[in-house]
């Protein structure tokens, strides 16, 4: 899954400043046709209708560039979100795993614990010792966890939470 699921957070804010440059260039321009309107030597009724609708056009451009500015911003905080959220993943999906090899490590050396010199299993040994897999009737085992990135982790931080394992 990783980062096409959420999008890339890097590219997204890449997308954010592109606008808000767009957002600034937009507003150059509009001012610049507010200059050039004031420099126009005639006078008129018509000069003036033609400074009054420049003015006026100035005012829409600076509403459309303040809300590019606004989805900037909202993209930006998306791309944080992401970073958030994929770190956590990648946390929850570390400490599950680590959590699951140290439990196969404990029943391995169980195990290997109830084995006699001769190499023969020590059955009398063994049934004494509770070598069950912790995770024998969750949701999740070391067989069956999502893929890398993948968004189930926060499901498995969730689970493995509520039973006390981290």
Aim: aromatic letters at 8%.
């Amino acid at each position: 899954m990783g980062l096409g699921m959420y999008g890339d957070p890097d590219a997204l804010d890449r997308l954010a400043a592109r606008m808000r440059a767009y957002a600034g260039e937009v507003r150059q321009d509009a001012a610049e046709h507010v200059r050039r309107g004031q420099r126009a030597e005639w006078v008129s009724t018509a000069a003036q209708r033609y400074r009054d609708r420049v003015a006026q056009d100035r005012s829409q451009v600076d509403r459309a560039a303040d809300q590019l500015e606004q989805a900037a911003q909202v993209l930006s905080a998306h791309a944080q979100q992401v970073r958030e959220t994929l770190a956590m993943i990648a946390h929850i999906e570390q400490e599950a795993t680590a959590w699951f090899d140290r439990q196969a490590s404990r029943l391995v050396d169980t195990v290997e614990g109830a084995i006699d010199s001769a190499g023969q299993t020590a059955k009398k040994l063994i049934e004494g010792v509770p070598w069950t897999e912790p995770w024998t009737d969750w949701p999740y085992r070391p067989e069956k966890l999502p893929a890398p990135g993948d968004r189930e982790w926060l499901e498995v931080g969730r689970f493995m939470r509520g039973k006390g394992v981290f």
